[in-house]
Nanobody, 122 residues
Framework: HVQLVESGGGSVQAGGSLRLSCAAS????????MGWFRQAPGKQREGVAA???????SYPDSVQGRFTISKDNAKNTLYLQMNSLKPEDTAMYYC?????????????????WGQGTQVTVS
């Protein structure tokens, strides 16, 4: 049974930091490429970070230099370090997985999703 479980969300003031985690089970974690996505009310889901199975990373301009994606294959866990948070970063954040080597920021390219964790920046 494949499962992704996000944690680490919460409320923070603008300029603050949060670290999200995504614990994976039921997959060979090291063989999967992973991504972090967010969706604000009334908006489409968007990619904010991607990491390939080999560890390469990709970010959109909106978070480049502020967000860092990483993973620990031994712990089957994906992370998103978010610094210099802005009110516009407020959203539900999701992790997702796709088997193979990819660097993808489009939600439609992923087929395994977590339930999300809320991030609120005021």
């Amino acid at each position: 049974h494949v499962q992704l479980v996000e944690s680490g969300g919460g409320s923070v003031q603008a300029g603050g930091s949060l670290r999200l985690s995504c614990a994976a089970s039921g997959i060979t974690f090291g063989s999967y490429s992973m991504g972090w996505f967010r969706q604000a009310p009334g908006k489409q889901r968007e990619g904010v970070a991607a990491i390939s199975s080999g560890g390469s990373t990709s970010y959109p301009d909106s978070v480049q230099g502020r967000f860092t994606i990483s993973k620990d294959n031994a712990k089957n866990t994906l992370y998103l370090q978010m610094n210099s948070l802005k009110p516009e970063d407020t959203a539900m954040y999701y992790c997702a997985a796709k088997f193979g080597w990819f660097l993808l920021l489009r939600p439609g390219d992923y087929n395994v999703w977590g339930q999300g964790t809320q991030v609120t920046v005021s």
